[in-house]
C-alpha cells in the first residue's frame, strides 16, 4: 500500500463509562501505528470516566454533552436531557445531516466497537468499509428477537470481529449463521500497567481473607448469587469478605440484599473506580461469578497481579484459564460457586499451584500480535476499497 495516504479510521461510540468495550478502545487506538492510520472517534455523547483518555494526536468529536457538563438544578438538568434527547433523535433519523454537520471529510473505514454503535455505523452515508465487532455470548440472551437484530446486523458490515472463538461458535451452534468475512481477536491486556497502577496507593481490609471482583453491577453478573454464597460459607464458619468493584444498576438491588442477609460488613460494593487495582492487589483471591462473558480483561489482568482466579465457565473464559492449572472454572449456579470458593478458603496447597501456574503462563497473552492482527485488517479493508 501507499504509506503517503494514512488510512483514515472513524470509531463510533455512545460514551466512555468505564467498561470492557471502552477500555479495549482506549487500548487499541494507543496502539495502533501511526505511520499508517489517522484516527478519530465520534461519541455520541461526551460522558463517562474515559471521555478524556484519548491520546492528544487523536480527534475526538461530540454529537451531545454529558451528565458531567449538566446543571446541578434539577429542573434545568431536566430540560437539557430533553433537549440533548431531541437532538439525538434527529441524528439518528437523519444521520446524513450528522456527518454533513461534524464530519467535513470521507474516511476509508468505520469502526462500530460493540453491538450498540452497529446502527451509527450501518446507516452512515460514507463510501467507507465498514467493521463490526462483537463481544457478546447470545447463549444466555433469551430474547431470540433482540439476538436476531444483532447477529443480522453483523452480517452488514465488510468485516467482523470477535472477541473471542466461543462468541462466533454459539451463533452458528443456536442460530445456524455464520460470517465468513470475519476474524477472531482477542483483547489485549495491559499488564505492566495494570501492576504500575496496583501500587498507587495502600489499600487495607478488616477481615481477611479478601475475595475480590470487579464488573459492572447487572442481573447477569451474578452478584446476587455471590452474595447468597458469601452468607452461606461465613454460617458454615469460613470467615472472609468480598469487595466488588464496579456500578450499575444493581446497586441498590444488592445493597437491600446484604442489608436483609446481615452482609453489609463483609460484602462491600466499592462502585465504580478509577484505578480498581490496588483493591485487587491486596485481596488474596478473585471471582468471577458471571453467568455470560466474552473474553474478560480483568482476568489476564489479576493473573498478571499474581491473584488466584475463580471463574465461571462460560463464554470466552476458558480460552483463558486452564481448569486447576492456572485458574479454577465452576458453573455459574450457587453450589458450584460455593464448591469452588470453599476450595480455595480450604486448600493452601491447591491455591498456591494456581498462583505459580498462572505466573508462567501470563505470556500467553501476547498484545503486539492482538495489534498487528488489526492493523492487518484495517489495511486489507482499505486495499478492498481502492
Same mark, same amino acid.
Given at each position: 500500500m501507499d504509506h503517503k495516504h494514512k488510512i483514515s479510521l472513524l470509531f463510533r461510540h455512545r460514551s466512555m463509562e468505564m467498561g470492557g468495550v471502552e477500555r479495549l478502545i482506549i487500548d487499541l487506538i494507543e496502539n495502533l501505528p501511526r505511520d499508517i492510520f489517522e484516527i478519530t472517534v465520534l461519541l455520541t455523547i461526551h460522558q463517562g470516566e474515559f471521555r478524556d483518555s484519548f491520546p492528544k494526536d487523536v480527534r475526538v468529536i461530540s454529537l451531545q454533552p454529558g451528565r458531567e457538563d449538566m446543571s446541578d438544578k434539577s429542573w434545568l438538568r431536566s430540560l437539557q436531557l430533553i433537549k440533548r434527547a431531541m437532538i439525538l433523535w434527529y441524528y439518528r433519523k437523519f444521520p446524513k445531516a450528522l456527518y454533513r454537520r461534524f464530519l467535513k471529510k470521507n474516511y476509508d473505514i468505520e469502526i462500530a466497537?460493540? %453491538?450498540?454503535?452497529?446502527? =451509527?455505523?450501518?446507516?452512515?452515508?460514507?463510501?467507507? &468499509?465498514?467493521?463490526?465487532?462483537?463481544?457478546?455470548?447470545?447463549? %444466555?440472551?433469551?430474547? &431470540?428477537? #433482540?439476538?436476531?437484530? &444483532?447477529?443480522?446486523?453483523?452480517? #452488514?458490515?465488510?468485516?467482523?470481529?470477535?472477541?473471542? #472463538? +466461543?462468541?462466533?461458535?454459539?451463533?452458528?451452534?443456536?442460530?445456524?449463521?455464520?460470517?465468513?468475512?470475519?476474524?477472531?481477536?482477542?483483547? =489485549?491486556?495491559?499488564?505492566?500497567?495494570?501492576? +504500575?497502577? =496496583?501500587?498507587?496507593?495502600?489499600?487495607?481490609y478488616s477481615l481477611q481473607p479478601v475475595f475480590s471482583s470487579m464488573g459492572r453491577l447487572h442481573s447477569r453478573k451474578n452478584y446476587h448469587t455471590l452474595m447468597k454464597v458469601h452468607k452461606r460459607l461465613l454460617d458454615e464458619g469460613f470467615p472472609h469478605s468480598i469487595a466488588v468493584i464496579g456500578g450499575g444498576g444493581e446497586m441498590e438491588n444488592l445493597k437491600n440484599q446484604a442489608k436483609e442477609l446481615g452482609v453489609e460488613d463483609t460484602f462491600l460494593l466499592l462502585d465504580t473506580q478509577i484505578n480498581p487495582y490496588p483493591y485487587i492487589k491486596q485481596s488474596d483471591y478473585f471471582v468471577l461469578p458471571s453467568e455470560s462473558e466474552s473474553y474478560p480483561l480483568t482476568i489476564g489482568e489479576v493473573m498478571g497481579l499474581g491473584i488466584p482466579v475463580l471463574s465461571t465457565n462460560v463464554g470466552g473464559i476458558p480460552e483463558m484459564i486452564d481448569h486447576l492449572n492456572d485458574g479454577y472454572l465452576v458453573n455459574p449456579d450457587e453450589q458450584s460457586i460455593y464448591e469452588g470458593m470453599k476450595a480455595f478458603l480450604t486448600?493452601?496447597?491447591?491455591?498456591?499451584?494456581?498462583?505459580?501456574?498462572? &505466573? #508462567?503462563?501470563?505470556?500467553?497473552?501476547?498484545? +503486539?500480535?492482538? %495489534?498487528d492482527e488489526v492493523s492487518a485488517i484495517f489495511v486489507n479493508e482499505f486495499q478492498k476499497k481502492q
Open positions: 466497537p460493540g %453491538y450498540t454503535d452497529f446502527d =451509527a455505523v450501518l446507516s452512515s452515508p460514507m463510501p467507507s &468499509r465498514k467493521i463490526g465487532w462483537f463481544h457478546t455470548d447470545v447463549g %444466555y440472551d433469551p430474547n &431470540r428477537k #433482540r439476538v436476531m437484530k &444483532r447477529i443480522e446486523s453483523l452480517k #452488514r458490515f465488510d468485516w467482523s470481529i470477535f472477541g473471542s #472463538r +466461543q462468541t462466533r461458535e454459539v451463533i452458528k451452534d443456536l442460530y445456524g449463521i455464520e460470517y465468513p468475512n470475519s476474524s477472531v481477536i482477542y483483547n =489485549a491486556i495491559k499488564i505492566d500497567e495494570v501492576r +504500575q497502577k =496496583a501500587g498507587d496507593f495502600p489499600v487495607s486448600d493452601e496447597k491447591l491455591v498456591a499451584e494456581i498462583k505459580e501456574n498462572s &505466573r #508462567r503462563t501470563i505470556v500467553k497473552f501476547d498484545n +503486539q500480535k492482538i %495489534y
